[in-house]
């Protein structure tokens, strides 16, 4: 319905993502391997977008981004106004341009995706979002007057800082209670610096601060001050505090020595190269090591790529299933491929090989694995070998960790840890808990999950609390 | 309550009168007429009981010595001057008798004396039973005059005696006078035309004498027709259709205050000077009629009401132009196709509106007998006495005053009327013409952007202007001065249903013209259209005076700033300026308050106000908006009440106002103009925010313009052409509002299932004004357009077609009921969603139901031309549609010949107003011919097909050039009525009799009564298609605003033929949205026996619902012409679609069973087992939804109808059987012998319509029978003389022709001439009709006269010569050779973008006839161009050969004489293709192009 350039412009001009770092130059640091793209090839590229009646991109997305109209403002060069729009819909949209799987959601659902190669939407969010922030170009954007309503935010990862933006959008500036030293939560400590540097969490932090939001750090709520001390002080709470138990197998020895939790490896690391001064981090060098990773989702990835740079002597990724059953997104895939990971894959763990006398790793006893009609795996008699290793990533996901406080003020959870919200727990909205002035988003609620999801969980939050606060006034 | 009502009655007819110019009277002259009424039969209808016709009758002079002698007999005493009433009267004698007193005692309160009352002799057998049941008593009343008084006093003693009466009578519904005059009798009744004198038997007695007889035969689209509805009225007989009729009707009210008359000093006592309901001539007759008895000539009368389009042409003389100006100020045309015959009983006039959609012939005879009729030939004079023989032309006047013999043309009366008073002078000096003003404009966005962008949000969100109506709307037409086009329809649901706030102008629905009224095309045909808008009180009409012209005028009644300014500035002793604001404190009640806006209204026009601002401009936080449309329509009526309206005009200073439709609305319910402040204000943002690509002058005058052409298109889709008529006429639906706005608003618009009230309008804006004072509140998006997450619900949402296209892929039929579920359980978006199924205690098993083969029958898919679908999707769905044993639809783009024997073929063939690619061969292939009225998606309106999307392909189909746009017409130029319709079914049948006629109409109110009409008019099968049908490219207004949903127009279609009786007769079809097997089950529990479906096979095909298809960039291959696309993208196999329907059929199957139904025809209709839900909103529990169920409700088996209730495949035969073609074609079979060429010869009369089209068809079915054919045919031949002649046909006729001649056709010859013994100058003399050569796509014709209006529209083949054309010739011509040997009319070659014309232009008019948009003009003189000379040439040599014409052979005498005086017409884009044409000249317009000899042969050659 709109005017715009060529119609064709999709067959004409080929998808085009930027180019990125050599794989042989990027393994050797851990900054961000995507270059970013000059204004007229990301208006090129946003001119291919055919502004559908149906806009897929915008369906499948989680935070349902308006991205046909920044497509299109970035295509006419208004890139001030593409941010706007990226910003009203999305508190961290320079976070989803680097982190989100575009091409399991809006990049997969692209109608021109399947014929002629989608639209870059999520390099194109990153690009102008950075651009953004850097000009400052979403200033205008707060007018709400400020309430005296007082909010704390339990997390400081993507939901919780979803929230606080959302909150604070409204004049409501909330404190945000987190047990690191530095907001993000896994965005900070979990993802690693080569997909997510992090002057960009700094950046924002700059910006939320800004806006009003206050940060309490190295404060873990249940321990470094009780729940109970907060409770009195703030009219409602919004907990984002995410899953942190990793989930675990029970094969034999799988407790040795030279065996790492994904979090616990890529949480060190980053500590140790961001000099955050976690106390409970602890820092693994891989550097000549022989690593196997067991895993196929983003983690394994962060895990695998993280070992290269470290100058691990080999680093292997082993599946249970084949390559396009794996969970987590395909260009990750690519560029560990790239970058020097082997892959094995239809093979899954049955005992871990130790070294008797040391009690550490040896290597991994796997088992090959095919895959019945019903997709499940079936392991295959006679077919155990045994691959060498030095140290072992175990990277399975993650379950939920409930605060041990949540039974005393009545956040209940269900039977694998998860706060029960929604409907079945109370009856506001979404995200209200069994307490009422409790609300829970993200990883905690839905189990693992993706970045762009908690933030989605954070915003409906937000404006749940904004009215369960209003209505409260009211009464 | 039902949804039809039989009293929504419209009509058409033929009509005609008879006069001798010398005034003599003869009996023979009424028996001619009554011939004359005869021989047009065909123009009316026929009821089912074969002998009730719908109305006919005979206006005559008073026979004063036949009913003096009957006085005589009857002991009554008559006077010297006496007067006779006509009169029908109660059955029921005692009611009778009652209405009798008063009308004596009215009368004898003019001092009349009443001599007596007669019965009058009838025969009853004549009548059918059916009339007979309505039949009155009819009765005459003699009256005597006191002495002295002249025929005109008495005249209007009776007038207002009558009127008088008439309120005082109201109760009783047969009280009717047909006539009450001294001069004047009418005789009318409700038998065929050739019973009328056995039913009256004054008319068969010889002592009854006439000089005058002015007749009517009626077509009712209803079957119960009433009595007092046949024509002739009192005054006239009217052809046609009063579009305006509701404004009309109000204005007369309005103005009723404002007339005086010392003739008649009673006249502001009458209950209303029109009748305010019923048949919209009669009205017309009454305003004629007070117009007359208030002492006002008939000339200035009949002009006033019904003048020519004046506004914009340019070669018009001043004085006149000043005349129509003056007059406008006091009276808005009666617009519409009109063809009106009046009389007096002295002087005699025709006149048809200004388009000339009506037909109108005129002979002379020598003997002085004057004949105006529909038709030439309807009496069989001898064509050597004719002395004189023409049409009336388009608002052309005939008159003769019989007293002195004198002949009234359309020049002279002009000329007269000029010259009564210094018009020029008055306006001059009195009116004031206001102005745009850059400088005024660009200080008033300068001080906008300065100081107010920071309160924008605040109304933006206040007035609930969403994002995407700044972005997609209001910056589309500031750009392009052009609506936003869109593909797919409207998918969301209507106002009333959707949870969103939405605008009250989405309650609206625009009516459309369809069947009984054509729409104009405002584009091409501009010339007639005129928005001009008078300021300051009117006057008394009857008073011509200098200041009667103190009136500022704007051009359009949509006000930049520049004109607001200068109307507050006028002379406030004639303009005082006062505003009222619209906006009330928040805790009040919006209906009372709007009532006091309203007092307030009264009480300022009285003190002197006569420019009246409403304004919702000064809001605040306390405070809410009354929307403009609810105080707008709500000032207009109360001002109408209060006889105050025309001393004031309603301008509204409004924020609600931003696409054309919202801007309609307010000027359908009776502003004067607008003042868009808001939109101009956005239109300033946008600029800042640089989305313009113009500068914001340009930007602000773009919108202004984009908006007036919406508005034009707007009034021409339902026929209208003057805003003035337009303004107040309310040709609106609402559909969800409560009766209670309604009635105080807009009491003229049908709101039929109520809805919203008050409470719910101002909970609306509640909810917009939270918002909107907040500043860190967004605006919201609202997916009005296009689907966006979490705002309005789309129907055809990602979900529904992600899953719908897994479904076809996979073939699971588990997939499929995800999709179904989809849709089945969406929240409420279409009325039939508030429709639950009563499932069965005992339900069947799967095998009890009918089987998937007899369901999957009733599936048709909707029309999608190639053109709008790539050739292979369109084929895919052929073949898809032909395994299931449904039908494909061909759409209007044509069809391959190479598919008509395959399984490829369309078994549906479209003829649509394009008529591309329709000839004999085409419409022989088809198991169903459909004509396509009107579009779901934009009812109403033309199409057009750009240039990039006519590939060689489709060139080829549509016998057009590649790369060159071509357009439908937005009417059929063959149905500007319903007549018209039943001639183009009749010629459908004679040329295919074993095809279905099925004519596809849009859901709107009164769609009921068209349907039976069409039925009446012999169609098999109808389509309702509900306003959310697709479509590839459409104007955003008619996509959001036209049409309703199919619930109401299928199940008041249902009824309407239930209790017309029609029911078995026709296939009902519905098509809108149609996507599950429960759709199916409700559609014809409404009343359907057939399906048609439009996007989702093409969902099922691919299509991802992209609404890209007016782009040509589909990349799913499905819409679109480019090659890559279509090629390497389209995978649409046509297992997908029978996939799908076969999915759908099987839902049916389980509904069916769980209903406890056998099969689907025992099902329809049974809207018992249908309950309605209570809604998810409080708008939507306040509907009435049970009208619809009523409405559909399966007639009882008891009831007269209980055989009647589904479709029973009974073929409706017309009642003309076409004897002289059956002749044809016995002759033919019966003489065939080897390839000799065959001759036959035939007199033919105007009854033998579409002659040659049954051969045409016997031609296309036998490929073998390949002879030539020659018919010589002596007379004058019926419509449709040569309809779709073919290859090998040669007709020859000595005499003249009726419309149509040619029409569609694609070879053969068909030659005319005059013959040799004629008295007047054939070549000065109307020969053939209107519509010549329609749709023609090769073949010849030549003839030896002239041509009416609209020769060879649409004509992309033919070659043809005639001696003159009327106007609007070679409209939309894409092809083929016309020479032209005499002159043309207004508006030539508009929209001509093929073909070419030669023009003998000896008064050198041309230049200003011509519409120089798609052509170029070029002299001959300067031309070098051998190539054009030698066809000219040819073609001359030709029409001698073909016509012996004597001027042509004068011509070719001194062809280098005339060679000078011939234009050479040629479409511009052809200049830059064709090497005659030097290339740096191609883009001007002048004449002084040089055309250089060709290097190669050019392209338009003549077919030899």
Same mark, same amino acid.
């Given at each position: 319905?709109?005017?715009k /350039?060529n119609?064709l ?10 180019p ?5 130059k990027?393994v050797?640091d851990f900054?961000e391997?995507?270059?970013s793209?000059k ?6 590229q946003? *001119? ?12 499948k ?13 970035v295509?006419?060069?208004n890139?001030?106004?593409?941010y706007?729009?990226m910003?009203?819909?999305n508190?961290l949209?320079?976070?989803?341009g680097?982190v989100c799987?575009?091409?399991r959601?809006c990049?997969?659902?692209?109608t021109?995706?399947t ?10 969010e990153?690009?102008?979002s950075?651009?953004?922030i850097?000009?400052?170009w979403?200033?205008n ?9 007082k ?8 939901g919780?800082?979803?929230c ?9 500036k909330p ?5 690191h #030293?530095?907001i993000g939560?896994l965005?900070?400590?979990?993802i690693p610096?080569?997909?997510?540097e ?5 950046k924002?932090?700059k910006?939320?601060?800004?806006l ?9 709520v249940g321990t470094?001050?009780?729940f109970d001390?907060?409770n009195?002080e703030y009219d ?8 942190y138990?990793?989930?675990?197998t ?8 030279g065996v790492l939790q994904?979090?616990?490896?890529l949480?060190?690391n980053?500590n ?7 106390? *409970? ?16 989702g ?10 290269i740079?470290?100058q691990?002597?080999k680093v292997t990724c082993?599946?249970r ?5 794996? #969970?987590g997104s395909?260009?990750?895939v690519?560029?560990? /491929? ?9 093979? *899954? #763990?049955?005992s871990?090989?130790?070294d008797p006398?040391?009690? *550490?790793v040896k ?8 895959l ?7 392991s295959?008699e006679?077919?155990t070998m045994l691959?060498q290793?030095?140290t072992?990533?175990?990277?399975f996901?993650?379950r939920?960790?409930?605060a041990?406080?949540?039974r005393?003020?009545e ?6 840890g998860?706060i029960?919200?929604g409907k ?7 995200c /209200?808990t ?18 762009v999801t908690?933030?989605a969980?954070?915003?409906?939050a937000?404006?749940?609390m904004?009215n369960?606060l209003s ?5 | 309550?039902?949804l039809y ?5 419209k ?5 005609g009168?008879?006069a001798h110019l010398?005034?003599?009277?003869s009996?023979?002259?009424?028996k ?5 009424l005869?021989?047009m039969?065909?123009r009316?209808?026929?009821?089912t009981?074969?002998k009730?016709?719908d109305?006919?009758g005979?206006?005559?002079?008073l ?6 002698s ?6 009554y005493n008559l006077?010297?001057r006496?007067?006779?009433?006509q009169?029908?009267?109660? %059955? ?7 209405s009798k007193?008063?009308l004596?005692?009215?009368l004898?309160k003019?001092?009349l ?6 019965k009058?002799?009838?025969?009853k057998?004549?009548c059918g039973?059916?009339a007979q ?12 005059s006191?002495s002295?008084?002249?025929e005109?006093?008495?005249?209007r003693r ?6 008088r009466a ?10 009717y ?8 009798i ?5 038998v065929?035309p050739?019973?009328?004198d056995r039913?009256y ?6 002592k009854l004498?006439?000089?005058i007889?002015l007749?009517?035969q009626?077509?009712s ?11 002739p ?5 009217h052809?046609?259709?009063?579009n305006?009729?509701t404004?009309n009707?109000n204005?007369?009210?309005a103005?009723?205050?404002?007339l005086y ?8 006592h ?7 309901f019923?048949?919209d001539?009669?009205s017309l ?12 000539s008939v000339?200035?009368?009949l002009?006033?009401?019904v003048p ?5 042409r340019?070669?018009?003389d001043?004085d006149?132009?000043a005349f129509?100006? &003056?007059n406008?100020m006091h009276?808005?045309p ?5 063809g009106i015959v009046?009389?007096?009983?002295k002087?005699i006039a025709?006149?048809l @509106?200004?388009?000339?959609l009506r037909p ?7 003997n002085r007998?004057?004949?105006?009729a ?9 064509e050597?006495?004719?002395v ?5 032309g388009?608002?052309e ?5 019989i007293s002195?013999g004198q002949?009234?043309?359309t020049n002279?009366?002009d ?5 009564r ?6 306006l001059? =000096? ?5 102005r745009?003003n ?5 200080q008033?966005?300068?001080n906008y ?5 920071k ?13 995407e109506e ?5 910056r589309?037409?500031?750009n ?7 593909s797919?329809?409207?998918?969301t649901?209507?106002a ?10 989405d309650?609206?629905r625009?009516q459309?013209?369809q069947?009984t009224?054509?729409?104009?095309? %405002?584009?091409? =045909?501009?010339s007639?259209m005129s928005?001009e808008?008078? &300021?300051g ?5 009857f008073q011509?005076t200098n200041?009667?012209?103190y009136?500022?005028?704007i051009?359009t009644?949509?006000l930049?700033y520049?004109?607001?300014q200068?109307?507050k500035?006028l002379d406030?002793e +004639?303009?005082?300026?006062?505003s009222?604001s619209?906006n009330?404190?928040k805790?009040e009640?919006l209906?009372?308050e709007?009532?006091?806006?309203t007092?307030k209204?009264v009480?300022?026009?009285k ?9 919702d401009?000064d809001?605040a936080e ?11 329509g709500?000032?207009h ?11 004031a005009?309603i ?5 609600t106002?931003?696409?054309p439709?919202? +801007?309609a609305v ?16 956005i239109v300033?943002k946008?600029f ?6 113009t500068?914001?002058i340009?930007a ?5 313009r984009?908006?007036?052409?919406g ?7 339902m026929?209208?052409?003057t805003i ?7 040709? +609106?639906?609402?559909?969800g ?8 608003c807009f009491?003229d ?9 008050f409470?719910?309008?101002?909970n ?9 004072w907040?500043?860190?509140?967004k ?7 296009k689907f966006v997450?979490?705002a309005?619900?789309?129907a055809f949402?990602p979900?529904?077609?992600?899953s719908l296209q ?5 073939g ?5 009921l995800t999709?179904a579920d989809?849709?089945?359980q969406?929240p409420?978006?279409t009325?039939r ?7 069965s @205690?005992?339900p069947l098993?799967?095998?009890q139901v009918e089987?998937?083969?007899s ?16 050739p292979?999707?369109?084929e ?6 032909n ?7 061909s759409?209007?783009g ?10 490829k073929?369309?078994?549906i063939k479209?003829?649509?107003s394009?008529?591309?690619g329709?000839?004999?061969?085409y419409l ?26 006519v590939?060689?392909e ?6 057009a050039?590649?790369g060159v746009?071509?357009i439908s ?8 009525s ?9 010629d459908?049948?004679q040329v295919?009799?074993?095809a279905?006629i099925s004519v596809?109409?849009?859901s709107g ?12 008019a012999?169609?098999?099968m109808i389509?309702i298609?509900?306003?959310d049908?697709?479509?590839g ?5 008619s996509v ?9 127009g ?7 033929l239930?209790e017309?009786?029609?029911r ?14 429960l759709d199916?089950i409700?559609g ?16 099922a095909l691919?299509?991802?619902f ?6 040509n960039?589909?990349?799913?291959g499905?819409?679109t012409?480019?090659?890559i696309?279509r090629?390497q993208h ?8 029978i996939?799908?329907?076969?999915f759908?059929a ?10 406890g139904?056998e099969n689907?025809n025992?099902?329809i209709?049974?809207? @018992?087992?249908?309950?309605?839900i ?6 939507q529990?306040?509907l009435?939804l ?13 009831s007269?109808?209980a ?6 495949q009974?073929?409706?035969s017309?009642f ?14 019966n003489?065939k012998?080897?390839n ?6 035939y ?7 579409s ?5 045409s068809g016997?031609?296309?079915r ?7 054919i020659?018919i010589a ?6 419509q ?10 040669y ?5 003249d022709?009726?419309d ?5 056709m694609?070879?053969g010859?068909i ?5 040799v @013994?004629i ?10 009709g ?5 749709g023609a796509?090769g073949?010849?014709?030549?003839a ?6 609209? &020769?060879?529209v649409?004509n992309?083949?033919a070659?043809t ?6 106007d609007h010739g070679?409209?939309y011509m894409?092809?083929?050779?016309v ?5 043309v009319?207004?508006?030539f070659?508009?929209?001509?973008t093929?073909g070419i014309?030669?023009?003998l232009?000896?008064r050198?008019?041309?230049e200003r ?8 003009v070029?002299s001959?003189s300067d031309?070098?161009?051998?190539e054009y000379?030698?066809?000219l040439?040819d073609m001359?040599?030709?029409?001698i050969?073909?016509?012996n ?9 001194n062809?280098e004489?005339y ?12 200049c830059?293709s ?7 000249n ?7 192009n040089?055309l250089?000899t060709?290097a190669?042969?050019?392209s338009?050659?003549?077919?030899k």
């Amino acid at each position: 319905m709109s005017s715009k /350039q060529n119609p064709l412009e999709f067959i004409l001009t080929a998808r085009e993502i930027s180019p990125k770092r050599n794989a042989d130059k990027r393994v050797k640091d851990f900054n961000e391997i995507y270059l970013s793209n000059k204004d007229d090839k990301l208006s090129r590229q946003a *001119s291919r977008c055919l502004d559908c009646g149906n806009p897929y991109c915008e369906w499948k997305c989680p935070l349902h981004n308006y991205i046909p109209n920044w497509l299109e403002q970035v295509a006419q060069g208004n890139n001030q106004l593409a941010y706007q729009l990226m910003y009203e819909t999305n508190p961290l949209p320079e976070i989803c341009g680097r982190v989100c799987p575009q091409d399991r959601l809006c990049e997969k659902a692209c109608t021109i995706n399947t014929e002629f190669g989608a639209v870059t939407i999520g390099e194109i969010e990153k690009n102008i979002s950075d651009q953004g922030i850097k000009n400052n170009w979403s200033t205008n954007l707060q007018k709400a007057p400020v309430k005296k309503n007082k909010v704390a935010i339990i997390g400081a990862g993507p939901g919780g800082l979803a929230c606080a933006d959302q909150l604070a959008r409204n004049g409501i500036k909330p404190t945000v209670y987190d047990l690191h #030293p530095e907001i993000g939560g896994l965005l900070t400590f979990g993802i690693p610096s080569f997909k997510l540097e992090k002057q960009v969490i700094r950046k924002r932090r700059k910006y939320l601060e800004d806006l009003g939001v206050k940060f309490k750090l190295n404060t873990n709520v249940g321990t470094d001050i009780t729940f109970d001390q907060i409770n009195s002080e703030y009219d409602c709470f919004f907990l984002a505090m995410g899953t942190y138990k990793n989930v675990t197998t029970d094969i034999p020895n799988i407790n040795a020595k030279g065996v790492l939790q994904a979090l616990d490896y890529l949480i060190g690391n980053i500590n140790y190269l961001e000099n955050f001064k976690f106390r *409970s981090a602890n820092y693994h060098d891989l550097k000549g090591k022989n690593v196997i990773v067991l895993g196929g989702g983003d983690t394994a990835m962060d895990c695998v790529r993280t070992a290269i740079r470290q100058q691990a002597k080999k680093v292997t990724c082993v599946y249970r299933r084949d390559q396009l059953s794996m #969970p987590g997104s395909p260009a990750e895939v690519n560029n560990a /491929q790239q970058e020097g990971v082997n892959f094995l894959f239809n093979y *899954s #763990p049955v005992s871990v090989e130790i070294d008797p006398i040391e009690k *550490s790793v040896k290597g991994i006893n796997l088992q090959q694995t095919v895959l019945d009609n019903d997709n499940k795996i079936k392991s295959l008699e006679n077919s155990t070998m045994l691959m060498q290793a030095d140290t072992i990533i175990t990277a399975f996901g993650f379950r939920a960790s409930p605060a041990d406080w949540f039974r005393e003020y009545e956040i209940k959870v269900d039977s694998s840890g998860l706060i029960i919200t929604g409907k079945k727990a109370n009856k506001l909205g979404a995200c /209200q808990t069994t307490a009422d002035n409790v609300f829970a988003g993200g990883d905690m609620v839905r189990g693992a999950d993706l970045v762009v999801t908690a933030i989605a969980d954070g915003i409906k939050a937000a404006n749940e609390m904004i009215n369960y606060l209003s209505e409260k006034i009211s009464e | 309550m039902t949804l039809y009502h039989s009293s929504q009655a419209k009509d058409s007819c033929g009509f005609g009168l008879m006069a001798h110019l010398d005034g003599k009277p003869s009996h023979q002259l009424l028996k001619t007429s009554l011939t004359a009424l005869t021989r047009m039969t065909h123009r009316g209808a026929v009821s089912t009981d074969g002998k009730t016709g719908d109305g006919c009758g005979v206006l005559i002079q008073l026979p004063t010595q036949f009913f003096k002698s009957i006085a005589k007999k009857l002991n009554y005493n008559l006077g010297k001057r006496f007067a006779v009433g006509q009169v029908f009267l109660n %059955p029921d004698s005692t009611k009778a008798r009652k209405s009798k007193q008063i009308l004596e005692d009215e009368l004898r309160k003019e001092t009349l004396t009443i001599a007596g009352w007669r019965k009058v002799p009838i025969d009853k057998r004549a009548c059918g039973s059916i009339a007979q049941q309505s039949m009155p008593q009819i009765e005459q009343v003699f009256i005597n005059s006191p002495s002295g008084w002249t025929e005109e006093d008495l005249e209007r003693r009776l007038f207002i005696a009558r009127r008088r009466a008439a309120d005082k009578i109201e109760s009783d519904n047969h009280y009717y006078v047909v006539s009450l005059s001294c001069r004047v009798i009418v005789y009318k009744a409700l038998v065929m035309p050739e019973y009328l004198d056995r039913f009256y038997l004054d008319l068969a007695d010889k002592k009854l004498k006439t000089a005058i007889s002015l007749f009517h035969q009626r077509f009712s689209t209803n079957t119960a027709p009433l009595w007092k509805f046949a024509q002739p009225f009192r005054l006239l007989a009217h052809n046609g259709e009063i579009n305006t009729i509701t404004g009309n009707r109000n204005w007369a009210n309005a103005r009723q205050a404002k007339l005086y008359s010392p003739l008649l000093p009673d006249l502001p006592h009458l209950h209303h000077l029109v009748n305010q309901f019923g048949s919209d001539s009669s009205s017309l007759d009454n305003m004629l009629e007070v117009m007359l008895a208030g002492g006002m000539s008939v000339f200035r009368a009949l002009r006033l009401l019904v003048p020519p389009a004046w506004a914009k042409r340019t070669n018009m003389d001043s004085d006149l132009k000043a005349f129509y100006e &003056f007059n406008s100020m006091h009276m808005e045309p009666w617009d519409g196709p009109a063809g009106i015959v009046m009389t007096n009983g002295k002087q005699i006039a025709c006149t048809l @509106d200004r388009n000339g959609l009506r037909p109108a012939r005129y002979v002379i005879t020598k003997n002085r007998i004057l004949t105006v009729a529909s038709e030439v030939g309807v009496w069989d004079y001898s064509e050597s006495d004719v002395v004189e023989k023409d049409r009336v032309g388009p608002g052309e006047m005939l008159a003769a005053d019989i007293s002195n013999g004198q002949i009234w043309r359309t020049n002279k009366i002009d000329d007269h009327l000029k010259e009564r008073h210094p018009y020029l002078e008055w306006l001059r =000096e009195n009116t004031i013409r206001l102005r745009s003003n850059p400088r005024l404009e660009k200080q008033a966005a300068e001080n906008y952007i300065n100081e107010n962008l920071k309160d924008l949000p605040i109304f933006e969100k206040l007035f609930n202007v969403s994002i995407e109506e700044s972005d997609q709307v209001i910056r589309i037409i500031a750009n392009d001065s052009q609506e936003p086009t869109s593909s797919m329809g409207d998918d969301t649901p209507i106002a009333v249903l959707s949870k969103q706030p939405r605008n009250l102008f989405d309650y609206f629905r625009q009516q459309f013209a369809q069947v009984t009224n054509p729409p104009i095309d %405002p584009l091409r =045909e501009a010339s007639v259209m005129s928005m001009e808008t008078c &300021f300051g009180r009117e006057h008394n009409v009857f008073q011509e005076t200098n200041a009667l012209a103190y009136r500022a005028i704007i051009e359009t009644p949509v006000l930049d700033y520049a004109k607001i300014q200068q109307l507050k500035s006028l002379d406030q002793e +004639f303009y005082r300026f006062d505003s009222i604001s619209l906006n009330y404190p928040k805790n009040e009640n919006l209906e009372e308050e709007l009532i006091k806006i309203t007092d307030k209204a009264v009480e300022l026009v009285k003190s002197g106000c006569v420019i009246l601002q409403l304004s919702d401009r000064d809001i605040a936080e306390d405070k809410l908006p009354i929307h403009a449309a609810l105080a707008t329509g709500a000032v207009h009526q109360r001002l109408i009440k209060e006889g105050l309206r025309c001393d004031a005009n309603i301008i509204v200073e409004t924020a609600t106002t931003h696409d054309p439709h919202q +801007f309609a609305v307010l000027l359908g319910i009776g502003a004067t103009a607008i003042s868009p402040y808001l939109s101009l204000q956005i239109v300033n943002k946008l600029f800042t925010q640089s989305k313009l690509s113009t500068d914001i002058i340009s930007a602000r005058k773009n919108y202004l313009r984009g908006i007036n052409k919406g508005l034009l298109k707007i009034l021409s889709k339902m026929g209208i052409s003057t805003i003035a008529s337009y303004r107040s006429a309310q040709l +609106f639906e609402a559909i969800g509002l409560d009766s209670s706005i309604v009635e105080l608003c807009f009491p003229d618009i049908q709101s039929r299932i109520g809805g919203s009230t008050f409470e719910d309008l101002h909970n609306m804006s509640l909810r917009n004004a939270i918002d909107a004072w907040k500043p860190f509140k967004k605006i919201k998006r609202s997916g009005q357009l296009k689907f966006v997450y979490g705002a309005e619900y789309h129907a055809f949402n990602p979900d529904v077609v992600t899953s719908l296209q897994k479904a076809v892929t996979t073939g699971e039929y588990s997939d499929y009921l995800t999709f179904a579920d989809f849709v089945n359980q969406r929240p409420i978006t279409t009325l039939r969603d508030m429709m639950q199924l009563k499932l069965s @205690d005992s339900p069947l098993q799967l095998n009890q139901v009918e089987q998937k083969e007899s369901i999957l029958k009733r599936f048709d898919s909707a029309a999608m031309s190639i053109g709008a679908l790539s050739p292979e999707a369109h084929e895919s769905l052929a073949l898809a549609m032909n395994k299931i044993g449904g039908r494909s639809n061909s759409g209007e783009g044509g069809e391959d010949p190479k598919r008509f024997n395959s399984n490829k073929n369309s078994k549906i063939k479209q003829i649509a107003s394009g008529r591309f690619g329709v000839d004999a061969n085409y419409l022989s292939s088809a198991e169903v011919l459909q004509i396509k009225i009107a579009q779901g998606a934009k009812p109403g309106e033309g199409g057009h097909l750009p240039g990039s999307k006519v590939t060689v392909e489709i060139a080829k189909l549509r016998n057009a050039n590649e790369g060159v746009s071509l357009i439908s017409p937005p009417p059929h130029h063959d149905i500007y009525s319903i007549e018209d319709l039943a001639q183009l079914i009749f010629d459908l049948k004679q040329v295919n009799p074993v095809a279905l006629i099925s004519v596809k109409l849009v859901s709107g109110p009164g769609v009921g009564t068209i349907a039976a009409g069409v039925a009446k008019a012999y169609a098999d099968m109808i389509t309702i298609a509900g306003h959310d049908g697709g479509t590839g490219a459409s104007p955003l207004s008619s996509v959001k605003y036209a049409g309703t949903p199919w619930e109401l127009g299928l199940s008041e279609t249902h009824q309407a033929l239930i209790e017309n009786g029609l029911r078995d007769k026709i296939c009902l079809q519905v098509d809108g949205g149609l996507k599950t097997g429960l759709d199916i089950i409700k559609g014809a529990i409404l009343g359907a026996d057939s399906f048609g479906f439009g996007t989702g096979p093409m969902v099922a095909l691919g299509c991802n619902f992209l609404r890209l298809c007016h782009l040509n960039n589909c990349a799913t291959g499905v819409a679109t012409q480019n090659k890559i696309l279509r090629q390497q993208h389209f995978h649409g196999l046509p297992e997908k679609v029978i996939n799908y329907f076969d999915f759908v059929a099987q839902e049916v199957r389980t509904w069916l069973a769980k209903l406890g139904i056998e099969n689907l025809n025992a099902l329809i209709g049974r809207s @018992d087992l249908l309950s309605i839900i209570d809604g998810e909103t409080a708008e939507q529990h306040k509907l009435n939804l049970k009208i619809i169920l009523e409405s559909s409700k399966r007639p009882g088996k008891n009831s007269k109808h209980a055989k009647k209730t589904h479709y029973q495949q009974i073929l409706n035969s017309p009642f003309d059987q076409g004897a002289l073609n059956q002749k044809i074609i016995s002759d033919i079979s019966n003489n065939k012998v080897s390839n000799k060429p065959l001759h036959f010869k035939y007199k033919i009369r105007n009854y033998d319509r579409s002659v040659g089209a049954s051969l045409s068809g016997y031609l296309a079915r036998n490929p073998d029978v390949n002879i030539q054919i020659h018919i010589a045919f002596t007379g004058v031949a019926g419509q449709s003389f040569g309809v779709w002649n073919k290859e090998g046909m040669y007709f020859d006729l000595i005499g003249d022709a009726n419309d149509y001649v040619g029409k569609g056709m694609s070879g053969g010859q068909i030659n005319i001439k005059s013959p040799v @013994d004629i008295q007047y100058v054939a070549s000065r003399c109307a020969i053939i009709g209107n519509t010549c050569l329609y749709g023609a796509t090769g073949g010849r014709l030549f003839a030896s006269g002239q041509a009416g209006e609209r &020769f060879a529209v649409r004509n992309s083949g033919a070659v043809t010569v005639v001696e003159g054309v009327g106007d609007h010739g070679c409209e939309y011509m894409t092809g083929g050779a016309v020479l032209i040997l005499g002159p043309v009319g207004e508006n030539f070659a508009a929209g001509m973008t093929g073909g070419i014309a030669f023009i003998l232009d000896l008064r050198e008019t041309l230049e200003r006839k011509i519409n120089p948009e798609h052509v170029e003009v070029f002299s001959f003189s300067d031309v070098e161009c051998d190539e054009y000379i030698e066809q000219l040439h040819d073609m001359l040599r030709q029409h001698i050969k073909a016509t012996n014409s004597p001027w042509a052979k004068k011509i070719h005498r001194n062809f280098e004489h005339y060679i000078d005086y011939f234009m050479l017409v040629v479409p511009k884009n052809n200049c830059r293709s064709d090497p005659c044409f030097s290339k740096q000249n191609s883009d001007s317009v002048t004449s002084t192009n040089k055309l250089k000899t060709p290097a190669n042969p050019i392209s338009l050659r003549l077919v030899k």
